[in-house]
Nanobody, 128 residues
Framework: DVQLVESGGGLVQAGGSLRLSCAASGFTSDDYVIGWFRQAPGKEREGVSYISAKGATYVADSVKGRFTISIDNAKITVYLQMNSLKPEDTAVYYC??????????????????????WGQGTQVTVSS
C-alpha cells in the first residue's frame, strides 16, 4: 500500500514561511498525483495544491502567489512551500495520493474524493 508521512508544520507569525514535506512510498507506477489539503476547525477539507509524478501542478486561487508545490522524484517527496502566511491559513494540512489521469486538469484534483491514500496530517498555526 501507499504510505504518506507529512512533516514541517508548526507555529509561525503572520508573514512568515513554512515548508511542508510529504514522504511517499509504495507506488507501483508513475501515474499518480499527490495533493495537499487543509482543514480548519468547523470547516470542510479544502484542496490547496497538487502535483503529478510527471510534474503537472495546480495551485488553488486562495493560495496562488504564496504557496508553491514541488516534487523530488528520486525521494518521492512532495514539498509545499508556504510564504506570506496569514492567520486564515491555520489548519491541519494533509497530503494525499491517488491515480493520475492526464485527461483531467485544472481544479479536478483539488477534490478530496480523487485520492485513495492520506497522511496523518500536520498542524500549521499562523499567529497574528
Amino acid at each position: 500500500d501507499v504510505q504518506l508521512v507529512e512533516s514541517g508544520g508548526g507555529l509561525v507569525q503572520a508573514g512568515g514561511s513554512l515548508r511542508l514535506s510529504c514522504a511517499a512510498s509504495g507506488f507501483t507506477s508513475d501515474d499518480y498525483v499527490i495533493g495537499w489539503f487543509r482543514q480548519a476547525p468547523g470547516k470542510e477539507r479544502e484542496g490547496v495544491s497538487y502535483i503529478s509524478a510527471k510534474g503537472a501542478t495546480y495551485v488553488a486561487d486562495s493560495v496562488k502567489g504564496r504557496f508553491t508545490i514541488s516534487i523530488d522524484n528520486a525521494k518521492i517527496t512532495v514539498y509545499l512551500q508556504m510564504n506570506s502566511l496569514k492567520p486564515e491559513d491555520t489548519a491541519v494540512y494533509y497530503c494525499a495520493a491517488g491515480p493520475w489521469d492526464a485527461e483531467y486538469s485544472g481544479s479536478y484534483y483539488l477534490c478530496p474524493g480523487e485520492y485513495d491514500y492520506w497522511g496523518q496530517g500536520t498542524q500549521v498555526t499562523v499567529s497574528s
